[in-house]
């Protein structure tokens, strides 16, 4: 996981042009079309950004249960200037979950596998799944609530949320109206424009806004880019 908070300053502007929603921050998704595009630094650093221009902490929701990636990133101290993730908070927001686990277990509640772990001296919240809390056998599916996003609207700053790659998650499609803008993530010379064209397509067929994309890594940098056409 990289530092681009530098690059990212035209998101930020254009996240902060996005209409304000009634029930409070705006939720802003980054994802990909192909896995290892960079998404997850993208978004962590959004959020970094976001934590010191909102009045309450943002969130940074990490949609990938089983791996948790963004708060890994945050453990290892991806930029020198962020601290590690501290103490847990339950992240149920007392609003039925995210996510369903199959087969239920009768004898253990499972609504309040998710948890935010506050990050030292920033007001942001990065989210981590309890997977080590699963029984065997146990399958993790992301679903939609409405009231869960509507909870954490009103208690944040700004929602960050980080996606899996569309090929190999559908996460972002089940979730993507819950955005009020969605953001591409591109890597240079490895993503054309058919498989961002076909990602667009499928995320606004679910309700999403796409906002345009990232271009990672070109050169050292990553830069803003116009929305894509085919």
């Known amino acids: ?30 994802v990909s079309a192909l896995s290892g595009e960079g998404t997850t630094s993208m978004a962590a650093s959004f959020a970094a950004i976001a934590a010191r221009r909102t009045e309450k902490p ?19 101290r991806f930029a020198r200037d962020i601290g590690k993730p501290g103490r847990a908070f339950d992240a149920s927001l007392r609003q039925p979950p995210i996510y369903t686990v199959s087969p239920a277990a009768a004898d253990t509640r499972q609504d309040k596998l998710l948890t935010a772990h506050e ?43 980080d996606a899996p790659a569309l090929d190999r998650s559908a996460a972002a499609l089940t979730l993507a109206k819950e955005a009020d803008g969605i953001v591409l993530v591109v ?21 999403g806004s796409v906002l345009g994309a990232v271009m990672n890594r070109v050169g050292a940098d990553a830069q803003f880019a116009d929305r894509f056409t085919a």
Do not use: H
């Open 1 to 30: 996981m990289r530092d681009l908070r530098e690059d990212l300053e035209p998101i930020w502007r254009m996240a902060y042009r996005l209409p304000a929603p009634e029930a409070g921050a705006k939720v802003i998704m980054f």
């Open 187 to 207: 890597e240079a010379d490895r993503t054309n424009a058919i498989d961002v064209a076909g990602a667009m397509r499928d995320l606004e067929a679910k309700g």
């Open 119 to 161: 990050i030292e001296g920033l007001s942001l919240l990065v989210t981590r799944f309890r997977r080590e809390r699963l029984q065997s056998g146990q399958q993790v599916t992301l679903k939609s609530s409405p009231a869960w996003w509507t909870a954490l609207r009103g208690i944040s700053g700004c929602v960050i949320v």
């Open 58 to 76: 943002a969130w940074l929701v990490d949609l990938d249960l089983k791996r948790n990636r963004a708060f890994s990133g945050f453990e290892r």
